[in-house]
């Protein structure tokens, strides 16, 4: 069965700061993978999906990811982080490529000033 | 374009009470997907539809049920309500049924007392 990790149920950074989110994934196959984010009191919104047309995959808000299938991961990444940018961050994969997603525990990114 | 819609926003109920959630699809999309999310069991899973037929199912007791009409609007309820069953319970639709690519409601808030 497939399954997403994700390291770190908290990450904190100094505004300006590299963001770092890690995820791993499980699956025998070369799965479709997703982060999504959620911000208080809202439901989920699409950061970015890899879909196997390019390993580096690019979203919204300056937020971008890598699929390295030799380490089954997916980590999301944003070179400054704003103020703006807290909010719990999900890491899914979808095992049949519909509307069920597996989605890992949640890291919760907390920007100092 | 009116995003995904869920009403109720907020409700309270009673142990062995049921409940019916309701979420309204962005237009012209016609998979819609229920996730049950909490704090200690995170995103879950509950039943995707598809132009009014269930196509996957989550691992969750017979007591949850939905269903799809001829308009992609979909409902949920959830039967005999447990203390457990307290949750904020997310509704996404996606404009086709292949794409994992999901858009979300801002969620109905359940509290069982």
């Known amino acids: 069965a497939q399954s997403v990790t994700q390291l770190g149920s908290h990450v904190s950074v100094s505004e300006g700061a590299l963001v770092l989110l890690r995820c791993n994934y499980s699956?025998?196959?070369?799965?479709?993978l997703f982060w999504y984010v959620q911000y208080p009191n809202q439901g989920l919104q699409l950061l970015l999906k890899?879909?196997?047309?390019?390993?580096l995959v690019k979203g919204i808000n300056g937020f971008e990811a890598e699929f390295k299938k030799s380490e089954t991961s997916f980590h999301l990444t944003k070179p400054s982080a704003h103020m703006s940018d807290a909010a719990e961050y999900f890491c899914?994969?979808?095992?049949?490529?519909?509307?069920?997603?597996?989605f890992g525990q949640g890291t919760t990114l907390q920007v100092k000033p | 374009k009116a995003g995904v819609t869920q009403t109720p926003r907020y409700l309270i109920k009673t142990r062995g009470q049921q409940v019916t959630l309701s979420c309204s699809p962005i237009?012209?999309?016609?998979?819609v997907s229920w996730y049950q999310q909490t704090p200690g069991q995170g995103l879950q899973f509950l039943f995707e539809?598809?132009?009014?037929?269930?196509?996957n199912k989550g691992n969750f007791p017979g007591r949850f049920s939905g269903r799809q009409f001829s308009n992609s609007r979909s409902e949920m309820n959830v039967s005999t309500l447990e203390l457990g069953d307290s949750a904020l319970y997310l509704c996404?639709?996606?404009?086709?049924?292949?794409?994992?690519?999901?858009?979300f409601g801002e969620g109905s808030r359940l509290t069982v007392l």
């Open positions: 996404a639709s996606s404009l086709r049924d292949n794409t994992g690519e999901l858009f």
């Open positions: 699956s025998s196959v070369p799965p479709y």
């Open positions: 890899y879909t196997s047309a390019a390993t």
């Open positions: 899914a994969v979808s095992p049949s490529n519909t509307g069920k997603l597996i």
């Open positions: 237009s012209g999309h016609r998979s």
């Open positions: 539809y598809f132009s009014e037929t269930q196509r």
